[in-house]
């Protein structure tokens, strides 16, 4: 019985390693396939993609003419943001994750699990800036007037609204930024949908330059290189 198990214990590790493997592998080479890699872009609005390493967000004017934000996403849910905050990054993930990981030290294994099986609610994070500054980090990226309407689109359907079509604020008093706030949203977190995968998307919609799949920031970021 022993030698049993263990025979089937082995085949089973192996199994599993070689599906994680690929997993990566499939990730990383979809990571490289461009979609839309020649759009032809007016020079009318300025957005940015925006990675602190691991994740990604959509930065956008926090108002012009073709949307306000701070009407949707106010000032006031924030701790210090106001009008001096000309910029707004907003990113799809975990729920669970983003209020109970703060930091990475702070990650359970619960939360990890229960995050990639897409069984978790999702939540959006917002943060104002005042100013943006291109890096290796953030990248700008001047789209149309109609591309922009189309990011405001896919970006708007993924808040989670309230019988009145408001934005629905998360309750809760983590902080990752003085200039930011979470709201309810759509759909769920998991291996095949991650925050970048969201990014990725987004930049999908408005016909920029982007990956076929990707769960990783790298990808989107060497696009824009």
């Keep these: 019985m022993n030698k049993r198990f263990l025979k089937y214990a082995g085949k089973f590790t192996v199994i599993f ?71 707004l990054a907003i990113g799809w993930g975990d729920k669970k994750f983003y209020l109970e990981t703060p930091e990475f030290s702070d990650l359970k294994l619960a939360t990890a699990v229960k995050a ?17 500054v291109e890096d290796k980090q953030c990248k700008k990226v001047m789209i149309s007037d109609a591309q922009y309407r189309k990011l405001i689109e896919f970006v708007s359907n993924s808040f989670q609204p309230d019988a009145s079509g408001n934005f629905i604020k998360v309750n809760t008093n983590i902080r990752y930024d003085s200039g930011d706030a979470f709201y309810e949203a759509k ?37 824009y290189d």
């Design 17 to 87: 390693i070689s599906l994680i493997g690929f997993y990566f592998l499939l990730a990383f080479c979809l990571s490289r396939i461009t979609v839309n890699a020649h759009p032809t872009n007016k020079q009318e609005v300025a957005m940015y993609i925006l990675s602190n390493g691991i994740h990604t967000d959509i930065v956008m004017p926090a108002a012009n003419k073709a949307i306000n934000w701070t009407e949707k996403i106010p000032y006031t849910n924030t701790l210090k943001a106001d009008s001096t905050y000309h910029y």
């Design 116 to 132: 990639i099986s897409g069984l978790g609610t999702s939540a959006m994070h917002t943060t104002y800036y005042q100013n943006m």
């Design 187 to 223: 759909g769920s977190y998991s291996i095949f949908k991650t925050c970048n995968t969201w990014t990725n998307n987004a930049l999908k919609a408005c016909g920029q330059r982007s990956c076929l799949w990707t769960i990783f920031d790298t990808g989107i970021l060497l696009k």
